[in-house]
T-cell receptor, first 111, second 114 residues
Framework: GEQVEQRPPHLSVPEGDSAVIICTYT??????FYWYKQEPGAGLQLLMS?????DRKEEQGLTVLLNKKDKQLSLNLTAAHPGDSAVYFC??????????FGQGTILKVYL | AQTIHQWPVAEIKAVGSPLSLGCTIK??????LYWYWQATGGTLQQLFY??????VESVVQLNLSASRPKDDQFILSTEKLLLSHSGFYLC?????????????FGPGTRLTVL
């Protein structure tokens, strides 16, 4: 079945810098990709969804790139601020029912 | 607007005791519903999903069961808790016929088994 490897597990950046998180997936049939944000003790907030026919998507300071050749999905937070500090997860699905998650990245944005 | 509610917010239970966790979706008719488990500091593992009342599919066996007694309700339960059941349980929903398959998560229930 689909496996998703996410890196780095921890990421610390100063305010104003970019933060990049990368996920590598295994199943070429994967159709949909997602990025979620989880704050301490809370549920997951959907940040962005990307269909497999999209190479790049930008929304509200976030850029998602999809490299189908290398089976890589990346999330770039431009100009990060302390409020972006959280755990970020990538996820993917080909069936629509089973969502497979990456291991998560703990992002800390410091002043 | 859709709202998703999970109860209880947190539970502390003894090994071997029963458990029932609930999830309710308001403002959305006939959603697909999902249960996930998250170990402390870990990733999410999908446990069950349901596309209609009375039908539940198991994704992974963890000595848990799920039921969907109403269109807007999803229940996770077990008769005997194990220490390994500790963690964060999340319910999610998505629109049945929407092609993007986006899942939206509830606030979660923190379970501690002692």
């Amino acid at each position: 079945g689909e496996q998703v490897e996410q890196r780095p597990p921890h990421l610390s950046v100063p305010e104003g810098d970019s933060a990049v998180i990368i996920c590598t997936y295994t199943d070429s049939a994967t159709a949909y990709f997602y990025w979620y944000k989880q704050e301490p003790g809370a549920g997951l907030q959907l940040l962005m969804s990307v269909f497999s026919n999209v190479d790049r998507k930008e929304e509200q300071g976030l850029t998602v790139l999809l490299n189908k050749k290398d089976k890589q999905l990346s999330l770039n937070l431009t100009a990060a601020h302390p409020g972006d500090s959280a755990v970020y997860f990538c996820a993917s699905t080909s069936s629509g029912q089973k969502l497979v998650f990456g291991q998560g990245t703990i992002l800390k944005v410091y002043l | 607007a859709q709202t998703i509610h999970q109860w209880p917010v947190a539970e502390i239970k003894a090994v071997g005791s029963p458990l029932s966790l609930g999830c309710t979706i308001k403002g959305k008719s006939s959603p697909n519903l999902y249960w996930y488990w998250q170990a402390t500091g870990g990733t999410l593992q999908q446990l069950f999903y349901s596309i209609t009342v009375g039908q539940v599919e198991s994704v992974v066996q963890l000595n848990l069961s799920a039921s969907r007694p109403k269109d807007d309700q999803f229940i996770l339960s077990t008769e005997k808790l194990l220490l390994s059941h500790s963690g964060f349980y999340l319910c999610a929903w998505r629109e049945r016929d929407r092609s993007s398959y986006e899942q939206y998560f509830g606030p979660g229930t923190r379970l501690t088994v002692l």
